[in-house]
């Protein structure tokens, strides 16, 4: 008997993201305007890729080994959508790590990719497109889990689902 570690592994992923993004947004609010909230968010997209990565791994392994085939085509948009997800929230936490190294003078990496992180850096985290990355990514999220969702207990599990699903599928 195999087991599927892709729904347990899952969660983690979506707890960081939905954490960090709640607190992008937030943070134009005095109270999130200590260079803490800097680490903490840092902490947590970073987490959030690295967990995702471990969880699409578990979403291949359970695809390669159990018949998705009434469901392959929602199976196929709940990969993509959730690929976008994590390529944002990768961007973000490239960003944050560069400027991470970059204030605490750390110099383990070469000129041009730092100097190539600091104007993605600049260019991202120093703008709005941080919180719209940040919402896009979040919107994502919550899409594409909808449809794991779907895929795991079927399109009428709950409103929220059916609603989703009925986006992309008729």
Aim: glycine content about 6%.
């Amino acid at each position: 008997m195999e087991f599927n570690f892709h729904p347990l592994l899952v969660h983690f992923p979506v707890a960081f993201f939905t954490l960090y993004g709640v607190l992008e947004l937030l943070s134009f609010l005095k109270f999130f305007k200590n260079s803490y909230w800097f680490y903490i968010k840092a902490v947590l997209v970073t987490l959030g890729v690295i967990s995702a990565g471990f969880a699409v791994i578990a979403g291949q392994l359970i695809e390669k080994n159990k018949d998705f085939e009434s469901v392959q085509d929602l199976v196929e948009l709940h990969s993509k959508i959730n690929e976008i997800a994590i390529f944002v929230f990768f961007v973000i936490a490239v960003c944050y790590v560069v400027e991470w190294l970059r204030k605490d003078n750390v110099k383990f990496l070469p000129k041009a990719l730092m100097d190539l992180g600091v104007k993605l850096k600049s260019f991202v985290l120093d703008t709005p497109l941080i919180y719209i990355l940040s919402l896009v990514g979040l919107i994502l999220i919550t899409i594409g889990g909808a449809l794991g969702g779907a895929i795991a207990y079927g399109k009428d599990i709950d409103p929220f689902v059916s609603f989703i699903y009925s986006l992309f599928f008729h």
